[in-house]
């Protein structure tokens, strides 16, 4: 993983904890004029939800930068979850038409958002985990390694 790919992911981790941050804060400012009106999304599910989410998006932040190699394969699943919590909350808890007609959309979005992510970090052997071959200096042939496995 290059320094880019490393400071582009922990950018997006640290965006998603921030807003999950203001998500639970709002939430808990807010719980009884939620009550009040009768929401449909519980806000004490909201609150415990949007707080988890950003323990979870601090901690990948910590992780990533201490140990880069050992984080990058549990990021996109983890965003894949946090699309589909949010995914089942809207399907769950709406009412509106409007609400209704954003589940495509949202879906879609998800999905688009989510490919880049995969793909960035995707497992990529490495010129020593390819066939047991050691690289060399540019010109000259891979030798085999005295161990492959």
């Known amino acids: 993983m290059t320094r880019g790919t490393r400071s582009l992911l922990v950018e997006i981790l640290i965006v998603l ?71 089942i909350g809207l399907i769950l808890f709406a009412r509106s038409d409007f609400d209704r007609n954003r589940i495509g959309f949202q879906a879609l979005a998800t999905v688009l958002l989510l490919a880049p992510i995969w793909w960035i970090c995707r497992d990529r052997p490495t010129p020593t985990s390819a066939k047991g071959l050691l690289p060399q200096s540019p010109g000259q042939p891979p030798t085999e390694s005295p161990n492959p496995h």
Do not use: D, E, K
């Not at 009768?38 to 949007?50: C, F, K, N, Q």
């Not at 707080?51 to 601090?58: D, G, H, I, K």
């Open 17 to 87: 904890a921030l807003v999950n941050l203001a998500a639970t804060v709002q939430t808990a400012q807010s719980i009884p004029i939620q009550l009040a009106l009768g929401v449909s999304y519980p806000p004490g599910l909201r609150l415990g939800i949007a707080f988890v989410w950003t323990m979870v998006f601090t901690a990948l932040v910590i992780r990533l930068l201490r140990r880069p190699r050992a984080t990058i394969r549990w990021i996109p699943p983890i965003l894949t979850g946090y699309g589909m919590v949010s995914l």
